[in-house]
């Protein structure tokens, strides 16, 4: 799993110290192929670590991934999920992500090491409401 988001570049320095953080992965023979992360704060929560590796793309797989996060999101009553990204805002718009500006980010999201310093600044900042 560190392999596959190191892959890509996505932090994975704070994924031990992180405080309120859920991982899923998807394997077939003893290999990780798909990971996504929650770190929630409150009703908001961080979606991060998202990755499909190279091989296993286009097939849907990120999809099932993030419905998977938002099913468990809400039934946990998180109401707001926020994430960064370089390289997937039309992957995440697609599924009703908005752009959104860092400042409206509730403070904990913004002080967590993704936002802080893991994350380049020019990373997208993109949010979306979950129905409770
Ligand atoms: C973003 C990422 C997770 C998407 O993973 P994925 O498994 O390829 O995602 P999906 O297959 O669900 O969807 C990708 C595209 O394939 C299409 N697709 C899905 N199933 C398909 C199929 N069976 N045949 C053809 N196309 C398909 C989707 O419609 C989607 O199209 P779009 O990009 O135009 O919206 C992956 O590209 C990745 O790991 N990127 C690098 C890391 C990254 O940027 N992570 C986000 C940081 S938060």
Redesign the pocket.
């Known amino acids: 799993m560190v392999a596959l988001l190191k892959g ?1 570049g ?1 932090p994975t320095n704070d994924l031990a110290s992180a405080s309120d953080l859920r991982l899923w992965v998807v394997e077939a023979e003893h290999s990780v192929f ?1 990971v996504i992360g929650m770190e929630r704060f409150g009703t908001c929560a961080l ?7 190279p091989s ?10 993030v419905a998977h996060l938002e099913k468990e999101a809400q039934s946990d009553r998180v109401e707001q999920l926020v ?6 805002e ?2 995440f718009r ?1 599924i009703g992500y908005e752009v959104t500006d860092r400042r409206y980010i509730p403070d904990e999201i913004r002080r967590t090491a993704e936002f802080s310093s893991l994350c380049p600044a020019s990373a997208l900042c993109m949010t979306k409401s979950l129905p409770s």
């Not at 979606?47 to 590796?53: D, G, K, Q, T, Y």
């Not at 296993?56 to 991934?65: P, S, V």
């Not at 994430?83 to 997937?88: D, Q, V, Y």
């Open positions: 890509f996505l798909g979606l991060r670590s998202l990755a499909v590796a296993h793309q286009k097939r849907g797989i990120g999809h099932q991934l994430l960064l990204t370089e390289a997937a039309t992957f697609a």
